[in-house]
């Protein structure tokens, strides 16, 4: 009888023991597939912020001193270009990086094509064609290439007549 109650003692030990490491790995599972999930949350949340500082340009309407503020903050961006075509100077000045925006169709559409050599000075300068006025209006878009990576700005200014 003794030997029985011993034998039963071990098998209860030895299914609880399996019960147990059942659970855990149960739990492991579940855990490592809810980590996942949360990577992947968080990842799509980091791409929204890093795109979040170009959404206030993204096909709307910003004042002159608007322009001239995105042109300060962006300027030293490495690979990003900022285009600005003014009431004089219709066809437009880059700063920073000049770009291909020549075809949207393009796999090569918002690759940078060179450095441009143009001082940000010239649009606060009245006198130059590529002068921004602080009270103007621009209609501003947001460059992006194939890799759907923002690598610039074009904002073209409204004129009223």
């Known amino acids: 009888m003794n030997n029985a ?22 739990l492991f599972i579940s ?6 999930t949360a990577q992947n949350n968080f990842s ?24 001239t503020n995105a042109l300060r903050k962006f300027k ?3 690979q990003f270009g900022v285009k600005i075509l003014t009431g004089k100077n219709k066809s437009g000045q880059w700063y920073g990086y000049a770009l291909n925006v020549s075809d949207p169709t393009s796999d090569t559409y918002g690759s940078v094509t060179g ?10 300068d009245e006198s130059d064609n590529d002068y921004v006025n602080p009270s103007g209006k621009f209609k501003a878009q947001v460059i992006k290439d194939s890799s ?3 690598r610039g700005l074009i904002f073209k200014q409204s004129t009223v007549k």
């Open 5 to 26: 109650s011993t034998a039963l003692k071990v098998a209860a030990g030895i299914f609880l023991t399996i019960a147990l490491i059942t659970i855990v790995v149960i």
């Open 31 to 36: 855990a490592q597939e809810a980590t996942k």
């Open 44 to 67: 799509d949340i980091q791409t929204e912020l890093a795109q979040a500082s170009f959404t206030v340009y993204d096909d709307t309407t910003v004042s002159g001193s608007q322009v």
């Open 76 to 78: 030293d961006k490495d």
């Open 115 to 124: 450095a441009s050599t143009t001082s940000v000075g010239e649009s606060w």
């Open 148 to 150: 759907n990576v923002v």
